[in-house]
C-alpha cells in the first residue's frame, strides 16, 4: 500500500475515533480540532464517508453521526463473535469424529468469509484459510447461505453476482443452481465435489439465529477421493444434528 493511501486511512481512522458515546454527533470544525488536521481535509473525508454511508449529516446542524453501514459492520462482527464462541465446541467435536478439516463461515454481503477452521489431522487434506472471501455459488457452505436465505435475498444475489466457472465442475447455470439450491433446501444439507477447487470436496450445513435466520454455515471438506456419496450423506445428517446445536443455543426453534 502506498504512503498516500496509508495516510489516507490513519486520517480516516482518527475521524472515526472522534466520535463517542458522549459525542455521538460532531461538526466538522470539532472533528479538525480534534484530530490535529485542516477543515478542509476533514470535510472532505468527512463528505466521502457520507456519501458511502460510513457517515450521516443532519441537514440542518451540518453535524455528523455514525451511519448505517457502521451499524452493519457492528452487526457483523456480533454475530460472528457469537456465534463463533457457541460453534467452537461442536466444531472440535466434528473433527474428532470425522477426521477431515472443519470450517466455519459466515456471511459478508455476497460473498462468505471464513472465520475459524480446524484442520483435518491427516496427511492429505484441504486447508481452508481464515478470512478467505468465496464467492456463494461455489461450493457447499455458499450453496447453503443461497438456499436457506429469504427468497427475495437469493433471486437479489443471483441478479447481482456474476458467476463464473471457478472449475470445470462450477455450477455456472442459474436455472441449474436455482434447482439445485431447492434440492439442499429439501435435505437440509448441501454438498459439493471440485465446484471452487478440482479436488476438494465438501457438505455443510446451515446456522440459524433466533428469528430464523441463517447466520452461518459449518462445512466438513478434504480431498474427493475420501468423499463419495454415501460418506457425505452420513455427514449431511451428522451436520444437520450438530448444527441444529449451534441454532438452539442461538435461540432457534423451528416450528
Known amino acids: 500500500m502506498s504512503e498516500s493511501k496509508i495516510q489516507m486511512l490513519d486520517r480516516t481512522i482518527a475521524i472515526l475515533d472522534s466520535f463517542n458515546l458522549d459525542k455521538s454527533s460532531l461538526g466538522v470544525r470539532e472533528v479538525a480540532r480534534q484530530t490535529g488536521l485542516s477543515s478542509s481535509t476533514v470535510g472532505r473525508i468527512m463528505g466521502y464517508m457520507r456519501e ?8 440542518e446542524t451540518q453535524q455528523y453521526m455514525m451511519g ?15 456465534v463463533r464462541s457457541v460453534a467452537l465446541p461442536v466444531m472440535v467435536r466434528l473433527q474428532e469424529m470425522t477426521r477431515e478439516t472443519i470450517s466455519l463461515y459466515v456471511l459478508e454481503g455476497n460473498e462468505r468469509v471464513c ?11 484441504i486447508v481452508a484459510r481464515v478470512g ?4 456463494l455459488y461455489a ?3 455458499g450453496k447453503v447461505f443461497l438456499a436457506f436465505m429469504t427468497k427475495e435475498r437469493r433471486e437479489s444475489v443471483l441478479q447481482s453476482i456474476e458467476i463464473t466457472a471457478m472449475t470445470e465442475r462450477t455450477i455456472t447455470d442459474i436455472d ?30 446451515p446456522v440459524f439465529d433466533m428469528h430464523g435466520n441463517v447466520v452461518a454455515a459449518i462445512s466438513i471438506s478434504g480431498p474427493a477421493q475420501r468423499f463419495d456419496d454415501t460418506k457425505m450423506k452420513e455427514m449431511g445428517r ?18
Open 52 to 59: 458511502k454511508g460510513i457517515l450521516n449529516q443532519d441537514p
Open 68 to 82: 448505517a453501514k457502521v451499524l452493519a459492520w457492528a452487526g457483523i462482527y456480533t454475530v460472528t463473535s457469537d
Open 115 to 125: 472465520v475459524e477452521r480446524f484442520e483435518s489431522p491427516e496427511t492429505v487434506r
Open 132 to 135: 478467505r472471501r468465496i464467492p
Open 139 to 141: 461450493g457447499s457452505a
Open 176 to 205: 441449474q443452481l436455482r434447482q439445485n439450491l431447492k434440492q439442499i433446501r429439501e435435505v437440509g444439507y448441501a454438498t459439493s465435489n471440485g465446484e471452487w477447487i478440482i479436488d476438494a470436496a465438501g457438505t455443510a450445513a
Open 238 to 255: 451428522l451436520l444437520i444434528k450438530e448444527t441444529g446445536l449451534i441454532s438452539k443455543e442461538l435461540g432457534y426453534y423451528p416450528r
